[in-house]
Nanobody, 126 residues
Framework: QVQLVESGGGLVQAGGSLRLSCVVS????????MGWFRQAPGREREFVAA????????LYADSVKGRFTISRDNAKNTVYLQMNSLKPEDTAVYYC???????????????????WGQGTQVTVSS
């Protein structure tokens, strides 16, 4: 059974930083691309960042480029999202997800991911 568990969310002031973690079990972690998504109240789930399975190529939404960094530690089955210079509009529930086998790692659609964590709340105050 594949499980993803996120942690690291919380309340932070604008301009601050948070580091999210996502531990994956039940799947050979190093074989799969990973992604981070977020969902704010009343809005659709949106792509934030992705990292592929091999050399660690990364992909970011324009809204977070230059502020957020995705990374992975295959030895720990963990993917991270370092979030700097946070803004109130970054407030959302953040989810990690594993790429569906056969889907291109740069496909940003949520449907290209098959397993999801429970989410962690990030709140940025102004």
């Amino acid at each position: 059974q594949v499980q993803l568990v996120e942690s690291g969310g919380g309340l932070v002031q604008a301009g601050g930083s948070l580091r999210l973690s996502c531990v994956v079990s039940g799947r050979t972690f190093s074989n799969y691309a990973m992604g981070w998504f977020r969902q704010a109240p009343g809005r659709e789930r949106e792509f934030v960042a992705a990292i592929n399975w091999g050399v660690g190529n990364t992909l970011y939404a324009d809204s977070v480029k230059g502020r957020f960094t995705i990374s992975r530690d295959n030895a720990k089955n963990t993917v991270y999202l370092q979030m700097n210079s946070l803004k109130p509009e970054d407030t959302a529930v953040y989810y990690c997800a594993t790429k569906r086998p056969g889907s291109s790692w740069y496909n940003r659609e949520p449907t290209s991911y098959d397993y999801w964590g429970q989410g962690t709340q990030v709140t940025v105050s102004s």
